[in-house]
């Protein structure tokens, strides 16, 4: 196969990746309301199984706890049918591709790059959370690596273009799953247990989770998080911005989210419920304007003015609200001075 | 002094690595070592190459915060990437670094409640 040959084929899973991420999350209510129950029946008996005992979890939190249940009482029996089924899903009937080139590993690096790593955003997030709910009540996280996880949608989106592009069948398992189309599963010889899809999935338009008024994605009203551009952020940031006041900007450490609550205020909110004055301002290397500001008012809990660098970031053109301490007056040493330095000492010759 | 910034990373060329520092501690070799993990999302700053990495276990944050001392023996890269997918994180370009000793300064902030210096969470 030639060299634009190939290239052609990156574009066309590039797009079918894409159209089937799209189609997903439209069709949502009726992904999340599926019954997978005769599909499981039928997986299982295709490896000679009785029908398991198959629980439906409310949320992949409450999938965390029906997992935990089900090794509590003793049920952790993996099983050797098991291992085939997980052997059988995963087999990868492409090795003959494999071996006459590497258009196997070349597509699969393009899926990588491209929808695939918005689902494993997707999953970060959503695990991200569980195991901050986990944590504090000493229950212990199964990692989805031992299980089907939600990234494998999109590898079955692979599959299904090879399927298409190169004939390559699905074996009977991945059709059964694929069709089951389960968010999540951990199973044993007698249990199933399973999280369905999310109620909602609200992107921008570099597929990031972003919603501006609501949550990004929605299990219920017990599992439903809050995402600005793939970032988590509270849920007061997002449906009730009105009430979000100094020291909710000045008590978020994390400068990320510092910059969320600046972009989602706005600039001028943020400043004006700051208070700010400028000081000084100065342009760097890249063009960009960079700012010292203290605020108009004496603080009277940390007993001095507020001083902050606002600077741009030199790749991405986001802007920083930096805290820095009282007394300065020159832009670059307020700049320096988060490095440490000062403006004689701190001379970047690149910025990325 | 060369210095190169790749978000809250500072990378500050310098003669030397300190002698407490290279008594102390044993280098990682690594070809591909994340030096900094950011927080808030899924990415950190590898260090890519044939380089001896100090991790500095306790980075004295009120005056320089110094996180790694770096001897690069052959050009090596700093890239920012997708922890899971290994892939450019797509906001800071990757820097390249020539031979020699560096230093890796994370970049902090002044908490003006508690009269504290805290590390970027970038």
């Keep these: ?352 | 002094m060369n210095q190169f910034r790749q978000g809250d990373v500072l990378i500050e060329r310098v003669n030397e690595i300190p002698n407490e520092v290279k008594n102390a501690l044993q280098p990682s070799k690594e070809p591909n070592k994340l030096l900094i993990r950011g927080e808030s999302r899924n990415h950190g700053h590898y260090i890519k190459g044939e380089v001896e990495t100090y991790v500095i276990p306790n980075p004295e944050i009120e005056k320089l915060n110094i996180t790694h001392y770096l001897e690069i023996k052959e050009e090596a890269s700093l890239e920012h990437i997708n922890i899971d997918s290994k892939l450019w994180s797509k906001e800071h370009e990757t820097l390249r670094l020539k031979p020699g000793i560096y230093r890796v300064i994370r970049q902090r902030e002044y908490n003006p409640y508690l009269k504290a210096i805290n590390i970027i969470k970038d």
């Design chain 1, 1 to 352: 196969m030639t060299s634009p040959e190939i290239e052609k084929i990156k574009e066309d899973l590039i797009a079918f990746g894409f159209n089937e991420f799209d189609d997903y999350t439209k069709n949502l209510s009726v992904f999340s309301q599926k019954e997978p129950n005769k599909l499981v029946e039928k997986i299982y008996s295709l490896f000679n199984l009785p029908t398991p005992e198959i629980q439906r979890a409310k949320n992949p939190y409450h999938f965390q706890l029906l997992i935990n249940e089900v090794k509590e009482n003793g049920n952790f029996n993996i099983g050797d049918k098991i291992q085939k089924f997980w052997i059988d899903l995963h087999a990868n009937q492409l090795k003959d591709l494999t071996e006459k080139g590497t258009i196997y590993t070349t597509l699969a690096k393009t899926a990588n790059n491209t929808f695939l790593s918005s689902f494993q955003n997707i999953s970060w997030l959503v695990e991200e959370q569980i195991k901050s709910r986990l944590k504090p009540q000493n229950i212990g996280y199964t990692p989805f690596q031992s299980s089907f996880t939600f990234d494998q949608l999109g590898i079955f989106w692979l599959r299904k273009f090879y399927q298409l592009k190169f004939g390559i069948p699905l074996t009977e398992t991945q059709k059964l799953f694929a069709e089951a189309n389960i968010f999540w599963c951990y199973c044993t010889e007698n249990y199933f247990v399973y999280c369905p899809h999310p109620q909602t999935i609200v992107l921008d338009e570099n597929n990031k989770l972003h919603h501006e008024t609501g949550a990004a994605i929605k299990w219920d009203k017990n599992f439903e998080l809050y995402v600005w551009r793939g970032i988590e952020v509270s849920k007061d940031l997002i449906t009730q911005p009105q009430n979000i006041t100094k020291e909710d900007i000045i008590g978020e450490r994390n400068a990320e989210k510092r910059r969320i609550i600046q972009e989602k205020l706005g600039s001028e909110r943020f400043g004006h419920l700051l208070g700010l004055v400028e000081l000084d301002k100065d342009v760097d290397l890249q063009g960009n304007m960079q700012y010292l500001y203290r605020t108009k008012e004496f603080d009277t809990i940390a007993k001095d003015f507020l001083y902050f660098a606002k600077v741009s970031c030199p790749s991405t053109g986001r802007i920083y609200f930096l805290s820095v301490p009282p007394g300065l007056n020159n832009v670059w040493d307020a700049v320096a001075w988060t490095f440490g330095k000062d403006k004689e000492s701190y001379r970047p010759i690149i910025e990325t």
